[in-house]
């Protein structure tokens, strides 16, 4: 079954950049990523780029309406996901716990409905 992952993180929680707490992060995300990819479950995986970034659409009474940033209000903010095909949900909470940004941050875990 496939899960979506995603990395939830306030971004003033994350270790700051260029410091070797923030390398120690990168290195655990690119270990973990190469360990999914090994297993052969990873369908896609993308980092997000910062929601001073975004925008958000809506459209009310036919009219559509752009504005910047995220729609909520929020301190943890979607900084990234990944797409795996799972066993089952507690091998994708297992996997979700071994995602770096679980430890400052939280990953939500979503199975796909599947069409």
Same mark, same amino acid.
């Given at each position: 079954m496939r899960y979506m992952l995603m990395i939830y993180t306030d971004p003033k929680a994350e270790p700051q950049e260029g /410091? #070797? &707490? @923030?390398?120690? +992060? *990168?290195?655990?995300?690119?270990?973990? /990523?190469?360990d999914v990819n090994k297993a052969g479950i990873v369908q896609s995986s993308e980092r997000?780029? #910062? !929601?001073?970034?975004?925008t958000t659409v809506r459209v009310?009474?036919?009219?559509? !309406?752009? /504005?910047?940033? #995220? *729609?909520? &209000? /929020?301190?943890? @903010?979607?900084?990234?996901?990944?797409?795996l095909d799972c066993k089952d949900l507690a091998h994708a909470q297992a996997l979700a716990a071994k995602?770096? %940004?679980?430890?400052? %941050?939280?990953?939500? !875990?979503? #199975?796909? *409905?599947? +069409?």
């Open positions: /410091t #070797p &707490e @923030q390398m120690q +992060m *990168f290195e655990g995300y690119g270990r973990f /990523t190469e997000l780029r #910062p !929601v001073t970034d975004a009310r009474d036919g009219k559509t !309406v752009i /504005t910047d940033g #995220p *729609f909520a &209000e /929020t301190r943890e @903010q979607l900084g990234g996901y990944y797409l995602i770096p %940004g679980a430890e400052h %941050g939280s990953i939500e !875990v979503r #199975p796909i *409905f599947e +069409m």
